[in-house]
């Protein structure tokens, strides 16, 4: 888990090009899922996915002061990977900034809710698998964030750093590339779950470039 209170410390960031995949995470400490199910598990999250996904946490940054973010809002202490602690807050100014500065480099729309951007390690907007966290537990697809974010992990596992699997796109000429990729991912999920996923109301696939 990584911060991101711009888009383009995202960007930035991957310019590292090690081959990992990236997600955008959404997920405010003001929503239900952000708070109860996020926050708590960012440690975690960031010992898991290892070298194989960076998960980016719009609006959330490290080692902040009052004097520069004055709306910083402390969310405690997060350990990573080489036993460092750092200090993580969230801005709800700069998560609006995020928010507008993504959706004026793509086509994405924010829907308000927590949601997920998962995209290739050379961070191509046309290829984004869109997932909307709220929408998918509201309906009964997920009990809980954590069958999804552990799905992820374990595919960007499995696929390691082989760049065609992070391919999801559905458009003209590569939709069953994008159906194929989507399917293994969904088959990490329990069996009763796959069923109740719902094309553009839980998930979309598609070019949000500009």
Not at 51 to 75: E, K, L, N, R, V
Not at 126 to 142: K, T
Not at 184 to 197: I, S
Request: neutral net charge; contains cysteine.
């Amino acid at each position: 888990m990584l911060e991101a209170p711009k888009l383009e410390h995202v960007l930035a960031h991957r310019q590292r090009k090690d081959g990992a995949a990236c997600c955008i995470v959404l997920a405010p400490p003001f929503s239900k899922i952000g708070k109860d199910e996020v926050i708590p598990r960012i440690g975690y999250l960031d010992n898991r996915s290892a070298h194989y996904i960076h998960f980016y946490c719009a609006g959330y940054g490290g080692y902040w002061h009052p004097s520069c973010i004055p709306d910083m809002q402390d969310i405690g202490k997060v350990k990573y990977e080489n036993k460092t602690m750092i200090p993580w807050a969230f801005s709800q100014k700069l998560f609006g900034e995020f928010v507008s500065q993504l959706e004026s480099a793509t086509t994405w729309r924010y829907s308000g809710n927590t949601e997920l951007i998962l995209l290739d390690p050379q961070v191509d907007f046309s290829n984004a698998l869109v997932l909307d966290l709220d929408a998918m537990i509201r309906d009964g697809g997920i009990q809980h964030s954590a069958k999804l974010f552990e799905a992820i992990i374990r595919y960007c596992r499995e696929y390691g750093r082989n760049l065609s699997a992070y391919h999801f796109s559905d458009l003209q000429g590569t939709r069953e590339a994008g159906k194929a990729t989507l399917e293994a991912l969904l088959t990490l999920l329990p069996k009763p779950v796959q069923g109740l996923w719902q094309r553009g109301h839980h998930y979309a696939i598609k070019d949000i470039a500009a």
